[in-house]
């Protein structure tokens, strides 16, 4: 009756929760500011070199560039991370890319063209996006690689980035340091003596 009685432990255990999604504002600069603002500097990389510069001047057309490209990726970026939320869902999900994509897509596409405009920028959206994210997703290890050897480098040799001599910036070393130190109080020490000699006079 004991042993019938009892259950055991393992049974009544129930496995830890998963861990909650990360929320909406975790990470928002990575996730949103930064991308667009590279596409805003793309953008006007794009209106330097476009056809259309020296119809519209020069400055125009890039400015233009690069607020349609900071508009359309702002919204992009939104609509992943509204989705992502939404769907409670890691923040590398490509599915989260092609939904945002298709619907930042119709919205902006709708405002530029119509229903025929909404169909097509929402498929544009929807494959350039994942196509973006899965590339970032890709070379991601990459680049934090690269990132790690410079700062070992940097680590290793701490006078990595060297100023040439005929710079009129130089960084000083203690000893150069003390020197110039010594040399300014006694300039100091000379305009003051002068301006006491003079008002003396």
Avoid at 21 to 46: D, Y
Avoid at 51 to 79: E, M, W
Avoid at 145 to 174: A, M, T, Y
Wanted: aromatic letters at 8%.
């Amino acid at each position: 009756m004991g042993s019938s009685g009892m259950k055991p432990l393992e049974e009544n255990a129930k496995p830890p929760p998963p861990p909650p999604p990360s929320s909406f504002s975790e990470n928002w600069k990575e996730r949103m500011l930064i991308p667009t603002l590279l596409a805003g500097i793309t953008g006007g990389g794009v209106g330097l070199v476009s056809k259309h510069r020296k119809v519209h001047g020069l400055a125009n057309i890039s400015t233009t560039y690069a607020t349609n490209f900071s508009i359309v990726t702002g919204c992009y970026c939104g609509a992943r991370e509204f989705v992502r939320v939404v769907r409670k869902s890691e923040p590398d999900d490509l599915v989260n890319s092609a939904v945002a994509g298709f619907g930042s897509g119709a919205l902006l596409g709708r405002l530029q063209g119509g229903q025929f405009g909404a169909f097509r920028y929402s498929v544009i959206f929807a494959v350039v996006g994942t196509t973006v994210d899965f590339a970032t997703i890709k070379l991601r290890p990459a680049l934090s690689n690269f990132k790690e050897s410079i700062f070992k480098e940097k680590e290793k040799k701490p006078g990595w980035l060297k100023l040439p001599e005929w710079s009129p910036i130089q960084v000083l070393d203690e000893e150069a340091l003390a020197a110039k130190e010594a040399r300014e109080k006694e300039l100091y020490a000379r305009s003051a003596l002068g301006k006491l000699s003079k008002e003396e006079s």
